[in-house]
């Protein structure tokens, strides 16, 4: 017997809830991760979509990300990203140019 799974979710999506800045999934895995917390600290993260023509720049949106963890030396921070996934991100954004 065969069997299907599903496409691999975007750890970037999830689904919004009315009057919050976080995801439906990112306030579950507070809950879990922190039961205890009631204010967290918000880091954003810049995301870029490809554009839809060439002579258009990327379309960039940028969510907020709770921040659960950082490393001693606080170059890293853990998050949890809209899906609900934890990932390690560097604590301050890059620089452009």
Known sequence: ?????PSKISAWEGTPVEGSPYTRQ???VMKQE????????DRPVTLS???RNV??????????????AWTKDRAR?????????????????????
């Open 34 to 41: 922190r039961p205890n917390w009631t204010r967290f600290s």
């Open 55 to 68: 002579w258009e720049p990327p379309e960039q949106i940028v969510v907020m990300c709770p921040i659960i």
């Open 49 to 51: 979509s490809p554009a």
């Open 1 to 5: 017997m065969r069997k299907i799974t």
């Open 77 to 97: 921070v853990l998050i949890i990203a809209p899906a609900g996934d934890k990932i390690w991100i560097a604590a301050q954004p890059r620089a452009k140019g």
């Open 26 to 28: 990112q306030l579950h």
